[in-house]
């Protein structure tokens, strides 16, 4: 089981920064994928950014540019740079980890941070 915990949520300013970090509690996530999805009220969640094992990452189109992921695998911790922050960008934001060698439907996921952009 892993558990993973989310920090770094807040309000902030149209054009501002903040920084997201999720620390699992186990290990084995150095050799899995970690990604940071969010979900914005009355939408459906989406996917944010991800980074593979050996750091390639993918970000949805709507970031780029904006936002970069990063992982450190001696901490166990997946990072979210979000910078030039939109209103658009308010949402919960939760870190999640595949369960099995891809994503799929049992997958880990965060508790999620709050993330508010005002204009």
């Known amino acids: 089981q892993v558990q993973l915990v989310e920090s770094g949520g807040g309000l902030v300013q149209t054009g501002g920064s903040l920084r997201l970090s999720c620390a699992a509690s186990?290990?084995?996530?150095?050799?899995?994928?970690m990604g940071w999805f969010r979900q914005a009220p009355g939408k459906q969640r989406e996917l944010v950014a991800v980074?593979?094992?050996?750091?390639?990452?993918n970000y949805a189109d709507s970031v780029k540019g904006r936002f970069t992921i990063s992982r450190d695998n001696a901490k166990n911790t997946v990072y979210l740079q979000m910078n030039s922050l939109k209103p658009e960008d308010t949402a919960v934001y939760y870190c999640?980890?595949?369960?099995?060698?891809?994503?799929?439907?049992?997958?880990?996921w965060g508790q999620g941070t709050q993330v508010t952009v005002s204009s």
């Open positions: 980074i593979g094992s050996t750091g390639s990452t």
């Open positions: 186990i290990s084995i996530v150095r050799f899995k994928p």
């Open positions: 999640r980890v595949p369960r099995g060698s891809g994503w799929g439907s049992s997958d880990y």
